[in-house]
């Protein structure tokens, strides 16, 4: 149950994260929160493996702000790597050598 309840959250870290940080409109709508998702996931399940018990406080503080924090990383470089491509990809299709007639 405890595992829901994160990955709830991760989502929701995964929505903030999404609508915060700017160049939104170079991904999907779900792509952030699905990071978040899976982060939190990730991080839960690799504490409870390291021994963390699931009614601890740490285990909860580890996988939200880790996720929290891959979601504040990585949304950002997304957005500018989608942009650097689609330039990138505009020049291309513009140049003299891209058209032929």
Same mark, same amino acid.
């Given at each position: 149950m405890e595992l829901l309840f994160v990955t709830l959250g991760g989502i929701i870290l995964g929505l903030l994260g999404r609508y915060l940080f700017p160049l939104r409109d170079t991904h999907g709508v779900l792509l952030v929160p699905a990071l978040g998702a899976a982060s939190a996931a990730i991080l839960w399940?690799?504490?409870?493996? %390291? $021994? /963390?018990?699931?009614?601890? $406080?740490?285990?909860?503080?580890? *996988? %939200? $702000?880790?996720?929290?924090?891959? =979601? *504040?990383? =990585?949304?950002? +470089?997304? $957005?500018? *790597?989608?942009?650097? &491509?689609? &330039?990138?990809?505009?020049?291309? /299709? /513009? +140049?003299? +050598? *891209?058209?032929?007639?």
């Open positions: 399940e690799a504490m409870t493996w %390291l $021994g /963390l018990p699931y009614n601890g $406080g740490w285990i909860w503080v580890i *996988a %939200l $702000g880790g996720t929290a924090l891959i =979601v *504040a990383l =990585v949304t950002p +470089s997304l $957005g500018r *790597a989608r942009r650097t &491509r689609d &330039r990138a990809e505009l020049s291309a /299709l /513009l +140049s003299p +050598s *891209a058209r032929t007639n």
